[in-house]
């Protein structure tokens, strides 16, 4: 395996969170801060490149690829998951780590429930630099790379406000194995994937440094851009290393993008404040024209009846912290074909695909469903599943 699994907290019953390294740095130099604040949400593993950090198995004689790489960090989740079946998770990582996101995305699509993708493009370089860095790390090492790389990954002022996060990173690159390094370099060298970006569907967020030379803000807009569904972010200030630069706000921004915009204490939130937070959520989850049309065609009769939906159902039990939308999905569609509300239900199967649930797992959920709810029950489920899905491309 060419990758090495770094367990940086959360608890084992909480969504996972895998997150990739940038060339030339660690699991926990680059991750550790940001990780911090995120364990509080999700059972948080990272992993280590070839040659760096915890990971110092040899290269072996077959080359490492972007798609390798990406295999063996599947490999990495199953290990931590240890359950039969493939386990799902979110994912966020910093440029090669975003690289290898992008690879994820285009070979496991039904694994990866969101991707934060910083500081990272579908093309970073080019073959004649990346061939040139191998030269020079060959023929010097790693620490021939260090004085380079204090100028191009941080923004103007971090080593100044931050020197220990700072140098911890440059003496971790200084310590990275120069074969590994170079085994990075010509994955990276070959990586390409600027003409597969629209065959992504997963929710991508791609966040830019906006002092960032190695992969500027345009690098991450072509991923917005070119993927199904993304959505840029530039932080100022910020370069290369978004993850160690401004850990506070990558962490709020990864948390976010996968679970929703955190809400105020229930204890401490308006019948207003609530009644718009159901309504932000159901428009999220169901989509505008579902609820536009289900407002428009309110009466006199049935107004109060939307108002206690979105009040009760949307704004006090789907916002609450204990599950995430994916989840909740789930939970949903099974309660659906129990009961055989055939109307609802074909609306919740969009609305899983919108909350990260993949066509496989809404097959296995009917199958379940089968067996514990009935077979004429998921037979009708069936249908209207195919149906819906048809109708949106997917099926």
């Not at 948390?255 to 009644?275: F, N, T, W, Y």
């Not at 309660?335 to 990260?356: F, P, Q």
Request: glycine share 10%.
């Amino acid at each position: 395996m060419t990758v090495t699994a770094v367990r940086l907290g959360g608890r084992p019953d909480l969504p996972l969170l895998v997150l990739g390294p940038s060339l030339g740095t660690t699991a926990t130099t680059l991750w550790s801060r940001a990780a911090a604040h995120l364990a509080q949400d999700f059972q948080v593993v990272a992993w280590d490149l070839p040659g760096h950090g915890h990971n110092r198995v040899p290269v072996g004689e077959d080359p490492v690829s972007m798609r390798s790489l990406a295999r063996d960090v599947l490999a990495v989740v199953d290990e931590v998951a240890g359950g039969l079946q493939p386990a799902p998770f979110h994912y966020a990582g910093d440029s090669v780590g975003g690289a290898v996101g992008l690879q994820l995305l285009l070979d496991a699509p039904g694994r990866v429930q969101s991707a934060t993708l910083l500081c990272t493009g579908a093309r970073i370089g080019s073959e004649e630099s990346w061939r040139e860095r191998i030269e020079l790390v060959r023929a010097s090492g790693t620490p021939a790379l260090v004085s380079g790389s204090a100028q191009r990954w941080f923004g103007e002022g971090f080593l100044e406000r931050s020197p220990e996060a700072g140098s911890a990173l440059l003496h971790a690159l200084s310590e990275v194995d120069d074969e590994g390094y170079a085994a990075v370099c010509s994955a990276l060298a070959t990586f390409d994937v600027r003409d597969r970006l629209d065959r992504i569907a997963t929710p991508v967020l791609a966040v830019a440094g906006a002092e960032d030379v190695a992969t500027p803000p345009e690098s991450l807009r072509e991923v917005a851009d070119g993927v199904r569904d993304g959505r840029l972010v530039v932080l100022d200030g910020v370069a290369h290393l978004a993850p160690a630069e401004a850990p506070d706000e990558v962490a709020r921004l990864v948390r976010e993008h996968a679970l929703g915009p955190v809400a105020p204490a229930r204890d401490e939130m308006s019948l207003a404040q609530v009644r718009a937070a159901g309504m932000e959520v159901r428009r999220e989850v169901l989509g505008d024209a579902h609820v536009d049309r289900a407002t428009a065609a309110a009466t006199d009769l049935t107004g109060e009846f939307q108002e206690l939906i979105t009040e009760y159902a949307w704004g006090s039990i789907w916002t609450r912290p204990g599950l995430d939308r994916r989840s909740r999905s789930l939970i949903t569609l099974t309660a659906l074909v129990a009961r055989g509300h055939h109307e609802e239900l074909a609306m919740h199967v969009r609305a899983a695909r919108t909350n990260g649930v993949s066509v496989e797992e809404i097959k296995e959920l009917l199958l379940q469903t089968a067996i514990y709810c009935g077979v004429p029950d998921a037979n009708t489920a069936f249908r209207i599943a195919q149906r819906v899905l048809s109708e949106m491309g997917e099926a």
